[in-house]
C-alpha cells in the first residue's frame, strides 16, 4: 500500500511562493493520481488540485487557478503543488491523498492519505 508524506510547508507572506511536495513509498506510485487538499481551522476539508497517474490530466480548484501549478516525477514517486502569489486566506494545512488512476475533486474518494503539512501566509 502507497504510504504519503507531505513536506514544505511553513510561514510565509502573501505574494510569496511556496512548493509543497508530497513522497510516496511502499505500493506502485505510477498508477495512482494524485489530490492536493487543505483544511483551514474551522472549515472543512477542501480540494485544490489534483493530477491523473499519466500527468496528462490535471484539475484546479476555482481558487487557486492560475497560481498554483500540480507535477508529478514518477521516477522520484513525487507530487509537488507549486504554490504563487500566496494569500492569507491559503492558510491550511496541507494534505495529499492517492487513488487508483483517475482524478477526484471529492476528498472521499481518495483511501490514502499524508499526515499534512501546514501553511500559513501572514503580514
Known amino acids: 500500500q502507497v504510504r504519503l508524506v507531505e513536506s514544505g510547508g511553513g510561514l510565509v507572506h502573501p505574494g510569496d511562493s511556496v512548493r509543497l511536495s508530497c513522497a510516496a513509498s511502499g505500493g506502485t506510485f505510477n498508477n495512482q493520481a494524485l489530490g492536493w487538499f487543505r483544511q483551514a481551522p474551522g472549515k472543512e476539508l477542501e480540494f485544490v488540485a489534483t493530477i491523473a497517474w499519466n500527468g496528462i490530466v490535471s484539475l484546479y480548484a476555482d481558487s487557486v487557478k492560475g497560481r498554483f501549478a500540480i507535477s508529478r516525477d514518477n521516477a522520484k514517486n513525487t507530487v509537488y503543488l507549486q504554490m504563487n502569489s500566496l494569500k492569507p486566506e491559503d492558510t491550511a494545512v496541507y494534505f495529499c491523498?492517492?487513488?487508483?488512476?483517475?482524478?477526484?475533486?471529492?476528498?472521499?474518494?481518495?483511501?490514502?492519505w499524508g499526515q499534512g503539512t501546514q501553511v500559513t501566509v501572514t503580514s
Open positions: 491523498g492517492s487513488r487508483a488512476f483517475y482524478v477526484s475533486i471529492d476528498w472521499r474518494e481518495y483511501p490514502i
